[in-house]
């Protein structure tokens, strides 16, 4: 992690940063002339690659492609693409004026606009990150079992907390954001069952004003423990304020807040991106929803500092190897909804994708709040 970081880091700095935003674009990041024999691959984020969080580890992947293929490929992105159809179109055709026969979506809300453009340019591929839609041809779609993480970074906080009161800040009641509040949720309560935890959403993806009055919200109901599924630091800014604890998301950004950072659930983009770009150049790719995990290095979870206890970092090394291994499945029954209605029966795990991902409640001991 700290290789791609350190790539990031340089080379934002040898480019210079231009956003296309709303419906309206500019040249975008790496633009220039490339030779035929390159491929050009264009990415489009939902925000700034400087956020700290989940633009940054979008972009991380993106660095690592490029240095991983070196001169053989070249990589543009568009920061700002708003989740408006004609906002992705007209940043990803920039895109493909400038040579890209490769575009990748990085937010849910990109996903209407590729499907249109994977019609409107057989040609090409078009990959899409968090959405569900696809065809035959030359569209699809990736994300990853980020629950297996969450469920971890769940046990540092259960074994962390000494006011047994997690807090979470989250975008929306969506259900990539339920499976993880409820694997977080899981993870500590294996640990300590004494734990509840108090949800805030704040509905935005990224907006570090809202994370923030939202993290001190939950510092004053004596929530010591926060973590969050929103795209800055601003959280664990916040904590470290008062002397609280915070797992962040997305990177390890321990160093922006050294004095309150646990741990984090990260996103290891490279382990997808760099095979699947290899197939589409060598014209082999075959449209795919793809679902990384832990076992194949898609999913991750930084190192724990040293504000983890002995006992956390042992119990996330046993659990971790059996979720590697296949042998723990994180929604283990019985387990039941905030509102007391059986969710998973005794004697059961709910394993199959489709069932986590038909999640839409949180569960007992849980309390949300918009």
């Excluded at 979720?323 to 209605?341: Q, T």
Aim: proline letters at 4%; charged letters at 15%; a negative charge.
């Amino acid at each position: 992690m700290k290789k791609f970081l350190a790539i990031f880091l340089v080379l934002a700095l040898a480019m210079t940063a231009m956003a296309g935003c709303g419906g309206g674009a500019e040249e975008p990041n790496g633009n220039g002339e490339a030779p035929e024999d390159v491929t050009t691959i264009g990415f489009l984020y939902i925000g700034p690659v400087t956020d700290g969080g989940y633009n940054q580890a979008q972009h991380m992947g993106a660095m690592a492609v490029q240095e991983e293929f070196g001169d053989s490929v070249k990589v543009l992105w568009a920061e700002n693409v708003a989740e408006d159809l004609q906002a992705v179109k007209t940043n990803a055709i920039n895109m493909i004026d400038n040579g890209a026969t490769i575009i990748i979506g990085t937010s849910f809300g990109h996903m209407d606009g590729l499907e249109e453009l994977a019609n409107e340019y057989p040609d090409l591929t078009f990959l899409h990150f968090s959405g569900y839609k696809m065809n035959d041809t030359n569209f699809g779609n990736y994300f990853g079992a980020m629950e297996e993480a969450r469920y971890l970074s769940g046990i540092v906080a259960g074994l962390t907390t000494e006011t047994n009161k997690l807090g979470y800040i989250a975008a929306y009641p969506y259900t990539e954001v339920l499976i993880g509040i409820n694997s977080f949720f899981l993870g500590a309560k294996s640990v300590n069952p004494d734990v509840t935890m108090n949800v805030v959403y704040i509905n935005s993806w990224g907006d570090a004003a809202l994370e923030q009055a939202a993290a001190e919200s939950l510092l004053a109901q004596n929530c010591d423990v926060l973590t969050q599924h929103a795209d800055t630091s601003a959280a664990q800014v916040a904590a470290e304020k008062v002397g609280a604890y915070a797992v962040g998301y997305n990177i390890d950004n321990s160093k922006v807040a050294p004095g309150s950072f646990l741990t984090a659930p990260i996103w290891h983009h490279e382990a997808y991106l760099v095979p699947v770009i290899e197939k589409i150049i060598a014209g082999e790719y075959v449209p795919e929803s793809y679902y990384g995990t832990m076992a194949d290095g898609y999913i991750g979870l930084a190192p724990l500092t040293d504000l983890v206890s002995d006992e956390a970092k042992a119990e996330v090394e046993r659990v971790q190897a059996e979720i590697i291994a296949g042998n723990y499945p994180i929604f283990v029954g019985p387990l039941k909804d905030n509102a007391g209605n059986v969710v998973v029966p005794e004697g059961e795990a709910m394993t199959a994708r489709e069932d986590i991902w038909a999640m839409d409640y949180v569960l007992e001991g849980i309390t949300a709040m918009q």
